[in-house]
C-alpha cells in the first residue's frame, strides 16, 4: 500500500484548501481513512476520519464545521476540503489507512503535504 498526498500550500486565514490522497493496493475500497496532522514542534494530531464507505465520519473538534472528508473508491481518493482556514491549521498533513484517533490505529501513512496559514 502507498498513499500520496498533495494540494497543500499557502493560504491567507480565510481562505481554501483541497487535499488529496491518492491510495495503491487492492484493498482500499474496503478499509477506513483518515487525515492527521502535525505543527512544528508538537505531536501528531487526529482531523478526521472516514469509514470504507464514505457513510461514516469523524472529526477533531478544533476543524469541525470547517473540514470535510470524502474519498472516491473507484479512483482510490480520499480528499480532505478545508474551509475557512485558521493560522492554528498550519501543519503537515497526512493521510493513513486506519481508524481512530490514534496514530497507532494506523499502518500506512503518505509523506505529507504542508499547509501554512498566513494571518
Known amino acids: 500500500v502507498q498513499l500520496q498526498a498533495s494540494g497543500g500550500g499557502l493560504v491567507q486565514a480565510g481562505g481554501s484548501l483541497r487535499l488529496s490522497c491518492a491510495a495503491s493496493?487492492?484493498?482500499?475500497?474496503?478499509?477506513?481513512m483518515g487525515w492527521f496532522r502535525q505543527a512544528p514542534g508538537k505531536e501528531r494530531e487526529f482531523v478526521a476520519n472516514i469509514n470504507w464507505s464514505g457513510s461514516t465520519t469523524s472529526y477533531a473538534d478544533s476543524v469541525k464545521g470547517r473540514f470535510t472528508i470524502s474519498r472516491d473508491n473507484a479512483k482510490k481518493m480520499v480528499y480532505l476540503e478545508m474551509n475557512n482556514l485558521k493560522p492554528d491549521d498550519t501543519a503537515v498533513y497526512y493521510c493513513a489507512r486506519g481508524w481512530g484517533t490514534n496514530t497507532r490505529n494506523y499502518d500506512y501513512w503518505g509523506q505529507g503535504t504542508e499547509v501554512t496559514v498566513s494571518s
Open positions: 493496493g487492492r484493498t482500499f475500497s474496503s478499509v477506513a
